[in-house]
């Protein structure tokens, strides 16, 4: 079974760029989540989906930063404009609310971004 | 809201010795929590979780965890460390919330594995 895709494995910007970064969970799943990885703050959780629904979005660190899933197969994660301390690695997860009472978080391989 | 205290960003152990990763968690009701690996440029993988029942936990590659209600803990072991183990390990808490469920991270442990 495919894992949660994320693309671009790797983008490299200049600040003041919009940035797109997209994400596949894995298919039956309907809890998708964004988070962000840095040395310094570690791994933060910026915003959650149950079935396409944002649920909490108050780790999202900026309003330069939106997230949609306009399905249950698709999510973005976008930067506008983006500025270097957006530098990261950003995960994509997700998770079976509902039939997993657990919580249990599937990753996928992550997104490194540098933005000059 | 829960919280998770990992004591030691880094640790370090020569091959073949034991491994110990702690981990504290804070939670009002009972836990589900976790253990998860990451290796270098790579997402975070599933090595253990602990739902109910048996309090302690086997998991991949020969880790396991145990469970102590009294101690609030959640410590992860390995007896005999190897080359390949080398990675950051992160205890995890599940919380309950209005909307689901959603897991909050501890801030990590790196752990070294030395000749």
């Keep these: ?116 | 809201a829960q919280s998770v205290t990992q004591l030691g960003s880094h640790v370090s152990v020569s091959e073949g010795a034991l491994v110990l990763l702690r981990c504290n968690y804070s939670s009002s009701v009972p836990p589900y929590l976790f253990w998860y690996v990451q290796y270098p440029n790579q997402g975070l993988q599933l090595l253990l979780k602990y739902t109910t029942g048996a309090t302690l936990v086997k998991g991949i590659n020969g880790f396991e965890a145990e469970f102590k209600k009294s101690e609030t803990s959640f410590h992860l072991t390995k007896p005999s460390a190897h080359m390949s183990d080398a990675a950051e390990y992160f205890c995890a808490v599940s919380e309950l919330t209005g909307g689901g469920n959603k897991l909050t991270f501890g801030t990590g442990t790196q752990l070294k594995v030395e000749l």
């Design chain 1, 1 to 116: 079974d495919a894992g949660v895709i994320q693309s671009p494995r790797h983008e490299v910007t200049e600040m003041g760029q919009e940035v797109t970064l997209r994400c596949k969970p894995i298919s039956g799943h309907n809890s998708l989540f964004w988070y962000r990885q840095t040395m310094m703050r570690g791994l933060e959780l910026l915003i959650y989906f149950n079935n396409n629904v944002p649920i909490d979005d108050s780790g999202m660190p900026e309003d330069r930063f939106s997230a949609k899933m306009p399905n249950a197969s698709f999510s973005t994660l976008k930067i506008q404009p983006s500025e270097p301390r957006d530098s990261a690695v950003y995960f994509c997860a997700s998770s079976s609310w509902g039939r997993d009472i657990t919580g249990e978080l599937f990753f996928g391989e992550g997104s490194r971004l540098t933005v000059l």
